[in-house]
């Protein structure tokens, strides 16, 4: 039987009081999704308000279009899910056997303390499955505690958008949350790459990638989990 997996995406669209559009970043959904979508997984598409994905706009553009990138504006079937996700407080965690977590800076906003989203990964890490987030998206593990009561990310190697990668972008002090700091403040055993290089920590249950080109490397370690 194919394996089911749960994507779980922003709903929210605006960088803070910058009034610039943000959303999803396009090549962290695109290569996980093809990665398991050609591994014959079937993919269910949520977020926070059901229905549209924002996609970050800078992600649309030429040098942000990967292969995987370039192959979703192309696939109208894909293109159409992604227009009408089920709402996050619709999905249950035994429906599935495990969940990806696709960044952009929107899971900042509203995946960040959804309770929605806390409830479903600490379902799915106490039935045993496992869990992936990338760049920005592992912002949602903050407040997610493990079956024993401590935080999730206590004493576990992790990863994701590093500060010094924020500083680059010119947003450490538009966002609402850091990613490096969250989880270091958590207990993480916060572990880098140079900024945007590649880096994926698995440890345990928990697949976390540092940045947009360690997208598909989580995918892939997802699916050796499930393997």
């Known amino acids: 039987m194919s394996k089911r997996l749960l994507m779980v995406m922003t709903s929210h669209d605006i960088m803070g009081d910058t009034g610039n559009k943000t959303g999803m970043w396009l090549e962290e959904f695109a290569a996980p999704y093809y990665a398991f979508k050609d591994k014959g997984y079937n993919i269910t598409l949520a977020s926070p308000l059901g229905g549209e994905v924002p996609i970050d706009p800078n992600s649309l553009a030429d040098d942000a279009l990967t292969d995987d990138a370039i192959r979703y504006t192309k696939d109208e079937l894909t293109r159409s899910a992604v227009s009408s996700t089920i709402p996050l407080e619709d999905v249950r965690a035994e429906e599935f056997d495990a969940i990806f977590y696709p960044g952009g800076h929107g899971p900042l906003w509203d995946l960040s303390d959804n309770e929605h989203s806390i409830k479903l990964i600490e379902d799915t890490i106490a039935a045993n499955k496992p869990v992936g987030a990338v760049c920005h998206a592992p912002i949602v593990l903050k407040d997610v505690k493990a079956p024993d009561g401590k935080y999730l990310v206590d004493g576990k190697a992790v990863t994701g958008f590093t500060n010094s990668e924020e500083a680059a972008m010119e947003l450490t002090n538009v966002v609402p949350y850091l990613v490096e700091d969250e989880l270091t403040k958590r207990g993480g055993k916060f572990e880098k790459a140079d ?17 947009p080109p360690s997208s598909r490397p989580a995918a892939d370690a997802l699916i050796k989990l499930l393997a």
């Open 195 to 211: 900024d945007f290089a590649v880096k994926v920590c698995t440890d345990d249950l928990l697949v976390t990638g540092q940045n």
